[in-house]
């Protein structure tokens, strides 16, 4: 049978049973008011780098040509979202290496401290951080994609965490799930690499911030 009749078929199912193909609602969110600064994308390899929760496995990071390529994924969803005045990531790293610079020699502060002093320096009311806790590419052999990023939306001078979206997600084959046949037909009935799955977390999490 063809590809495409196949995709026809089960087009046709998922819209039969809309509850168990539709994408989970995102409640609109209102955009934040002020000045945003957006970091860029940053690997924990440590436990104690992460705003919160904890890593999958610690010591191991991500390529920096992923992570260049997941910026420029982030800076057009913002653009496609009509968010184009914001403190950019390159703005946002001067301050990075400044604070890194300030607290030479003295004890390490805390993730959620850096950023914060971060957000000081710009100056910026929200400062977004986007961090990759792991990420696995779609290999042969059954091995498919999968990626893991939270996406945090700190309000600088009320020093609290206005939104945290997390993303952990691995294609499985339909058989495997079919609560994910909304997934599988929105990418065409084929195995994805990592890139994809990131960009629909990037999507997701700014739409739940409002951004």
């Known amino acids: 049978m063809p590809k495409r009749t196949i995709l026809s078929i089960l087009a046709l199912v998922c819209a039969v049973a809309l509850s168990a193909c539709a994408p989970k609602p995102i409640t609109p969110q209102a955009r934040p008011m002020g000045k945003i600064a957006v970091a860029a994308f940053s690997a924990p390899k440590y436990n104690w780098e992460l705003l919160a929760g904890y890593l999958p496995e610690e010591g191991k990071g991500v390529k920096q040509e992923i992570l260049a390529k997941l910026d420029d994924d982030l800076s057009q969803a913002l653009r496609a979202h009509g968010v184009k005045s914001y403190i950019t990531p390159a703005a946002t790293r001067q301050c990075q290496e400044i604070v890194v610079f300030e607290r030479a020699g003295k004890s390490r502060e805390s993730a959620w401290a850096y950023w914060l002093n971060v957000g000081r320096c710009l100056p910026a009311d929200f400062i977004l951080v986007p961090q990759v806790l792991s990420w696995k590419d779609l290999e042969g052999g059954g091995n498919p994609a999968s990626v893991v990023m939270d996406l945090y939306l700190l309000d600088v001078q009320g020093q609290r965490v206005v939104?945290?979206?997390h993303?952990?997600?691995t294609q499985k084959a339909l058989t495997d799930n079919l609560l994910d046949m909304g997934k599988f037909v929105r990418r065409g009935g084929e195995w994805v690499n990592a890139?994809?799955?990131a960009?629909?977390?990037?999507e997701a999490g700014l739409r739940e911030m409002g951004l």
Not at 199 to 202: L, S
Request: proline content about 0%.
């Open 163 to 165: 939104a945290r979206y």
């Open 167 to 169: 993303f952990d997600e």
């Open 195 to 197: 890139e994809v799955l």
């Open 199 to 202: 960009k629909e977390g990037i």
